[in-house]
């Protein structure tokens, strides 16, 4: 390879119908700034492709470092995950055991309430159809007491000169009191 030091160095011989001197002294010096320019950045060049050559070696060390910490790290993310499924699992069962216990317990107590309802209504018909039948006999009694009473007025004569016999007749407060036996009579059964 040429290098600028073998341009400066080189003579030439003259000769009776050649170049012109200066022409070629003039070119030669051209060559040789061109030639030291890139010798000079060839150097550079070359540095340059060294401190990457050492860098790409550094980077190679730290590439099975980092392959090393990765590949631990996709497993430890995988155990972490496999962790959180776990747990995730338990919670969902021990979540789903306590809505079943949960379930269970709302429907037997429905079921308990529904039988406590089943049995007042029972034990208030049970009531009812008693007040019913003392109310039914406590009119059966009021309507044989005004019977008594219409059948008395009947027998009654419209006019007391033509009475030959006198008719034991009751008196007002006889007959509230008979209405007061009656009514105390019915609230004793309702009591019963």
């Known amino acids: 390879m040429i290098t600028s030091k073998d341009v400066r160095n080189k003579?030439?011989?003259?000769a009776a119908f050649g170049y012109k001197q200066e022409e070629i002294d003039e070119f030669l010096?051209?060559?040789e700034a061109e030639l030291d320019e890139m010798e000079r950045e060839r150097a550079e060049a070359n540095n340059k492709i060294q401190i990457l050559a050492d860098k790409v070696r550094e980077y190679m060390?730290?590439?099975d470092a980092l392959k090393d910490a990765l590949l631990g790290a996709q497993r430890q993310g995988h155990q972490v995950i496999d962790e959180a499924n776990e747990k995730a699992e338990k919670i969902i069962a021990e979540a789903q055991a306590k809505a079943d216990a949960l379930e269970d317990e709302a429907v037997r107590k429905?079921?308990?309430a529904m039988e406590?309802?089943?049995e007042e209504?029972?034990?208030e018909k049970e009531a009812l159809i008693e007040a019913q039948q003392q109310v039914?006999?406590?009119k059966k009694s009021l309507f044989e007491m005004y019977k008594s009473h219409l059948e008395l007025i009947s027998s009654m004569p419209e006019n007391f000169e033509e009475a030959s016999e006198p008719v034991e007749t009751e008196t007002a407060e006889e007959i509230a009191?008979?209405?007061?036996a009656a009514e105390e009579a019915a609230s004793n059964k309702e009591e019963e």
């Open 177 to 180: 009191a008979a209405v007061a």
């Open 116 to 118: 406590k309802n089943r």
């Open 11 to 14: 003579r030439f011989e003259k």
């Open 29 to 31: 010096s051209q060559l």
């Open 121 to 123: 209504i029972a034990r």
């Open 110 to 112: 429905h079921a308990d």
């Open 136 to 138: 039914a006999d406590f």
């Open 61 to 63: 060390k730290d590439e």
